[in-house]
């Protein structure tokens, strides 16, 4: 009866028990349903490496934050972030306001690490770690040319390569060393060929209960100067074809590249759908060996 008489008396005052809290849904940055059209809307087929690009989340905690033509992906923990690459020194700035763009500081910013050392993607290492105050990790190989700014004398791109800002390296990593921020944990992948101290990167991002494994695999590209002859350096052809070898080997759900033309990022941005393509590791590994056994046919032509 008590109670009877409680529910018609809330009826009539028009009183509403709250059964439990409402959910709090997280809406995220950059989702890639649209800012993944609006990438490809902007930079076409553009490869300008200074291009202003949009950001885009990815997956999860990982973020495209890179220009039309060089990619950055930023990886967010609330124990601090980590960002791949910095882009040219021009590049360096519009990575930076990418980051705010999304909402997440600079200062948040624990690691900065390294894909291959040239200029095109490291040239700017040096203005973000001033503006985050980021511990710079790379490759033994790749800190030296870090420190100066200056390229190996081996590089076969030797000579076509501009010289950047040098950046201290505050730690040096190996094949399957780890660097964790928080909740994130990539491992280091040694991939030399493009350069000596190339390195590819492996973790795992989360969306709710949907995880994927994420590879930023380094150019592999076999590209040089006009009189190098890669014929001439087997132990080079070796280190690109076990480079390779690894990258085809890895657990990869979605596949990033130094350069977003390289794994097709802008096309796949357009669809406006998950990146996940579990072949994308493999698949960019056999467009490599191609590639490479194409130049070495040219040079054996005398091409």
């Known amino acids: 009866m008590f109670a009877s008489a409680l529910a018609v008396a809330l009826a009539a005052q028009q009183i509403v028990v709250p059964l439990g809290r409402p959910a709090v849904v997280e809406r995220l940055p950059a989702p890639i349903t649209t800012a993944g059209p609006a990438f490809a809307r ?19 905690n990982s973020y495209y934050v890179g220009t039309c033509g ?13 960002l791949i690459d910095s882009g040219t020194e021009a590049g360096a700035d519009l990575v930076a306001a990418n980051v705010r763009r999304l909402g997440f500081k600079l200062s948040d910013v624990r690691y900065l ?19 985050t105050g980021a511990q710079v990790v790379a490759s033994i190989p790749a800190a030296a040319v870090l420190r100066t700014g200056r390229g190996d004398e081996a590089d ?6 501009k010289d950047f800002p040098g950046v201290p390296v505050a730690r040096t990593v190996g094949n399957g060393d780890k660097v964790r921020s928080g909740g994130i944990q990539l491992t280091a992948i040694a991939t030399p060929g493009h350069t000596a101290g190339a390195m590819s990167w492996q973790w795992v991002s989360c969306d709710g209960g949907v995880c994927r ?32 070898a690894k990258v085809a080997a890895l657990e990869c759900d979605i596949v990033l590249t ?3 033309s390289a794994s097709a990022m802008g ?16 698949g960019y590994a056999a ?14 032509a005398g091409k």
Do not use: N, Y
């Not at 060089?70 to 980590?82: M, N, Q, R």
């Not at 690490?113 to 503006?131: K, M, P, T």
């Not at 467009?287 to 054996?300: H, I």
């Open 42 to 60: 902007i930079c076409g087929d553009s490869d300008d490496w200074d291009k202003p690009a949009p950001p885009v989340r990815i997956h999860g």
């Open 70 to 82: 060089i990619s950055a992906i930023l990886i967010t923990d609330k124990d601090g972030h980590v």
């Open 113 to 131: 690490l390294q894909s291959h050392e040239h200029h095109d993607h490291v040239g700017g290492l040096a203005r973000l770690q001033q503006l």
């Open 156 to 161: 076969p791109q030797k000579g076509l390569l």
């Open 213 to 244: 494994t994420m590879v930023f695999a380094d150019s592999l590209s076999p590209v040089s100067r006009d009189d190098f002859r890669f014929s001439d350096h087997p132990a080079l052809v070796a280190s690109f074809r076990e480079s390779i």
């Open 258 to 260: 130094p350069h977003p």
């Open 267 to 282: 096309a796949r941005f357009a669809k406006g759908q998950p990146l996940l393509d579990p072949s994308g590791c493999k």
């Open 287 to 300: 467009s490599k060996t191609k590639q490479l056994d194409e130049r070495l046919a040219k040079e054996a």
